[in-house]
């Protein structure tokens, strides 16, 4: 009975440990490619060195972007571009 229940409370904190890994490295991911770096290298960072990985992209988001990237050229927050007329939006009624 108690073996199960260890078992259990093992697998929820497995879980939230590997969520937490995976949104690291998407968050890693997106800082590298708003930096201009590509995304391939924050989701390598992000998925090996979990936490830091995000952190150290934060860093180079942050301090020294690649000039000409979407970092560089809209800011550290980015601009929110609006959607196009869809067909319904035009259509007469």
Not at 59 to 75: F, K, N, Q, T, W
């Amino acid at each position: 009975m108690t073996a199960t229940a260890i078992f259990a409370l093992l697998g929820a904190k497995a879980l939230y440990l590997v969520l937490i890994w995976l949104a690291s490295a998407i968050v890693a991911s997106w800082f590298s490619d708003r930096a201009g770096y590509g995304e391939k290298w924050g989701l390598a960072t992000g998925l090996l060195l979990t936490a830091l990985g995000a952190v150290i992209w934060l860093g180079i988001y942050l301090l020294s972007p690649r000039p000409g990237s979407r970092r560089a050229v809209e800011g550290v927050i980015p601009v929110r571009h609006k959607a196009a007329p869809t067909d319904i939006e035009e259509r007469p009624v």
